[in-house]
């Protein structure tokens, strides 16, 4: 798999856009917020409950970041106002990292404080570990000023034992392996060791108290995280499974069935070209078919 990836990697640039196009409905619910609310519909009516990303990140300017923030906040008022099953997932650079930590503080609490208003969860995501200190620092302020936030922490990160010891008590947490390139001495790089430190972090979360999504496509990391839960006999209550939209269904139909809370990331937004693409080169079968389609033999 790892010469496949390889040559998945190579192509993918030169694989025109119109082609991802055709692929990018599996990962993305559209352009729109019409787009993104009639898929969570069909989620929900599904057993699935969502939460909601408009793509977008490494904004620089802060007009942009500020028109991300008008984004957001109608998000936020239209899931509170159709009564939805979901959560909003906020990306600090989309929202002013990048001018500071004080710029993103400000949009942040713009959009907590309607959140709180309409009872709505946001969750800020993870990027890459140069923002890490930052986000989990905003992450503290906004679970202790307004109580409706969520965090994301990465297993493959060497750092995340130590940064769960200094999470907020009662705190909800996505853990999820990480997508970003880091180097060896920050992330883990083998398959099995990120397996491994997932499930300590796992454990980790749930000895700490902390509500956990379980973010994950690993049948493996599945079946042990429901072991782990069951030689704890946590309830419903104090966990969920989460993934991504468009990926592994089956599985998620599984999990579903099996009686246990799942939320799927449903992304949408103009952006969808590099979240397609990024997508892609984490699933090389699908991507050979993209690549196939290009050439005429799909």
């Not at 030169?14 to 787009?35: D, F, N």
Request: hydrophobic content about 40%.
């Amino acid at each position: 798999m790892s010469l496949i990836g390889g040559l998945v990697k190579t192509v993918l640039p030169y694989v025109p856009r119109s082609v991802v196009g055709r692929v990018a409905a599996r990962y993305v619910a559209g352009e729109t917020l019409a787009a993104a609310l009639d898929t969570v519909r069909l989620l929900n009516s599904g057993g699935a409950c969502t939460t909601v990303d408009i793509l977008g990140e490494s904004i620089a300017e802060a007009s942009a970041a500020r028109a991300a923030v008008e984004q957001y906040s109608t998000l936020i008022q239209a899931i509170a106002s159709s009564g939805l099953d979901s959560t909003v997932s906020l990306k600090p650079t989309m929202l002013g990292l990048l001018q500071g930590k004080d710029a993103c503080r400000e949009n942040l609490e713009t959009l907590y404080r309607l959140a709180q208003e309409l009872r709505v969860v946001l969750t800020i995501d993870m990027e890459d570990s140069t923002t890490t200190d930052a986000t989990l620092g905003l992450f503290g302020e906004m679970q202790q000023r307004y109580g409706n936030a969520g965090c994301v922490l990465q297993a493959y990160l060497r750092r995340t034992r130590h940064d769960i010891e200094a999470l907020p008590a009662g705190s909800n947490v996505r853990l999820c392996k990480g997508i970003y390139v880091e180097p060896r001495e920050r992330a883990y790089k083998e398959f099995q060791e990120i397996r491994g430190n997932f499930l300590e972090c796992l454990r980790d979360l749930f000895a700490a108290g902390h509500y956990v999504g379980i973010a994950t496509h690993d049948d493996w990391l599945v079946d042990r995280a429901l072991s782990i839960i069951n030689s704890l006999g946590l309830s419903h209550e104090q966990y969920e499974f989460q993934m991504l939209l468009g990926v592994r269904e089956k599985l998620r139909y599984q999990i579903l069935d099996a009686g246990h809370r799942l939320r799927v990331y449903v992304p949408y937004g103009r952006d969808w070209y590099a979240y397609s693409i990024r997508r892609l080169r984490e699933n090389p079968a699908v991507a050979i078919h993209v690549i196939k389609a290009m050439l005429g033999m799909g």
